[in-house]
């Protein structure tokens, strides 16, 4: 699938002005805190109606400011997964991920809950309450449920913010598997520079409101002069 995205949009004496196309499995948002990133995702998903501009996945017009296009966020088929789990804390697991599958049309549905739960490992978990998960479970839980709407697009706002960093290593090889494994494209957003070089196939680095670069994750993450200055050496030891 094909994301194409040239919008702007102002916020107070913020404005995101970004033009960007990626194919990629995984394209990562990277870029330090208040660059654009959230906004950014927030309008691909429909929570932000932008000012002006065009968005484009998968061939199917999202938004078109000019021909006064504007789909809704519950009709673009999209997944989305937050940096707090936000589960229904009085339903089990196995209840928080059949919410996916609620509102999905059964013409549309195509994630199967056994898959999904192999998947992402959360068997053992079905009958818990989100009380008794640790964080990177809750946040495994939320992933399938996003997995569980069938969606076209999964959109995942800095899921791993929020964790500490064995919670982290425990989730990352599931990111994986979900980027190897599925067929659905994903946008991540991320300021982790570890974050992006393991799990990005392309970068698109924003820094005040606007795209700096995009491209393949290598050749961005050369580019030190896109790089924070306190994580340019983590940039370089990541690749190695």
């Given amino acids: 699938m094909t994301v194409v995205v040239d919008i702007s949009h102002r916020l107070g004496n913020f404005e995101v002005d970004a033009r960007f196309e990626s194919a990629g499995r995984l394209t990562a948002l990277f870029g330090p805190s208040g660059s654009g990133k959230t906004t950014l995702i927030n309008m691909i998903a429909g929570l932000i109606r932008p000012d002006k501009g065009r968005i484009e996945a998968d061939g199917r017009v999202l938004v078109d400011i000019d021909a006064r296009l504007f789909v809704p966020k519950h009709k673009r088929r999209i997944g989305m997964v937050f940096q707090d789990a ?29 898959a999904v ?75 982790s520079i570890s974050e992006v070089a393991r799990l990005a196939s392309d970068v698109v680095v924003l820094a005040r409101g606007k795209v700096a670069a995009c491209g393949p994750t ?21 690749l190695d």
């Avoid at 991920?97 to 809950?113: K, N, V």
């Fill in 86 to 114: 936000r589960l229904f804390p009085h339903m089990s697991v196995a209840s928080n991920l059949r919410y996916g599958h609620w509102f999905t049309p059964t013409a549309e549905r195509y994630a199967d809950m056994n």
């Fill in 218 to 238: 290598g050749a961005i993450m050369q580019r030190l002069d896109l790089l924070p200055a306190e994580e340019r050496g983590e940039g370089g030891a990541v």
């Fill in 117 to 191: 739960v192999e998947l992402l490992g959360i068997g053992p978990l079905l009958d818990r309450r989100p009380a008794n998960l640790s964080g990177g479970e809750k946040q495994r839980v939320a992933i399938g449920r996003a997995l569980l709407a069938s969606p076209k697009l999964l959109l995942m706002d800095e899921p791993l913010a929020s964790l500490d960093e064995a919670r982290k290593a425990e989730i990352l090889p599931y990111i994986e598997r979900l980027r190897d494994e599925t067929k659905i494209p994903i946008v991540y957003v991320s300021h």
